[in-house]
């Protein structure tokens, strides 16, 4: 059974910055495609960030890109998430997520992916 854990979501102000982590286990993390989404109340789901089990394709959309990056430890099955310049609109929880047949074209797409964190929430305050 794939069980993923995230922490490190907190109360922070605008400007700050805040490191999202994963833990991954009971699957072989590196073949996994790993992403972060975020769900705000009364919004929908959406992606953040995503990354190929190696590590060289990665994904922003235009709301994070230069501000938030996504990494991963394959040694320690762990998912990070960077987030820089933080925005009162970047409050959500935030949820990891990973699938083993994600392709570059899906992996921003919530309904690829199997398996799912309990999320972490974030609240920046202004």
């Known amino acids: 059974q794939v069980q993923l854990v995230e922490s490190g979501g907190r109360l922070v102000q605008a400007g700050d910055s805040l490191r999202l982590s994963c833990a991954v286990s009971?699957?072989?993390?590196?073949?996994?495609?790993m992403a972060w989404f975020r769900q705000a109340p009364g919004k929908e789901r959406e992606i953040v960030a995503a990354t190929s089990g190696s590590g060289n394709t990665r994904y922003y959309p235009g709301s994070v890109r230069g501000r938030f990056d996504i990494s991963r430890d394959n040694v320690n099955n762990i998912l990070y998430l960077q987030m820089n310049s933080l925005k009162p609109e970047d409050t959500a929880v935030y949820f990891c997520?990973?699938?083993?047949?994600?392709?570059?074209?899906?992996?921003?797409?919530?309904?690829?992916?199997?398996?799912w964190g309990q999320g972490t929430q974030v609240t920046v305050s202004s």
């Open positions: 997520a990973a699938d083993g047949s994600v392709t570059r074209a899906t992996m921003a797409m919530p309904q690829e992916y199997t398996y």
């Open positions: 009971g699957g072989d993390f590196i073949t996994y495609t």
